[in-house]
């Protein structure tokens, strides 16, 4: 099993920049592919970004693409979200994901551990 522990969440205005934060213990942290979801009140959980366990390659809904970075750092034990360009439609909580899975085209089903979530709020 592994433990995800989300940091860096708050209020934000339309336009600005968050970085969300999860440090990850427990299973062996570089052989996790590792993501981010959201959920936003009323709203069905959907996946935002992930990155491979070498952190090699990436993806991300096409909602915030170009806007959104995830990152790792395996020595560290760390995956990050440098949120820019923020809107109103991206508040949300939002979940470090973990998954042994190798991805292609991942879905938030993909991922069957996750954090306690952290609270994205941007205002108009």
């Known amino acids: 099993q592994v433990q995800l522990v989300e940091s860096g969440g708050g209020l934000v205005q339309a336009g600005g920049s968050l970085r969300l934060s999860c440090a990850a213990s427990?299973?062996?942290?570089?052989?996790?592919?590792m993501g981010w979801l959201r959920q936003a009140p009323g709203e069905e959980r959907e996946f935002v970004a992930a990155i491979t366990w070498s952190g090699g390659k990436t993806y991300y809904a096409d909602s915030v693409k170009g806007r959104f970075t995830i990152s790792r750092d395996n020595a560290k034990n760390t995956v990050s979200l440098q949120m820019n360009s923020l809107k109103p439609e991206d508040t949300a909580i939002y979940y470090c994901?973990?998954?042994?899975?190798?991805?292609?085209?991942?879905?938030?089903?993909?991922?069957?551990?996750w954090g306690q979530g952290t609270q994205v709020t941007v205002s108009s």
């Open positions: 427990g299973r062996t942290f570089s052989r996790l592919s």
């Open positions: 994901a973990a998954t042994p899975l190798l991805l292609n085209s991942p879905e938030w089903t993909d991922f069957g551990s």
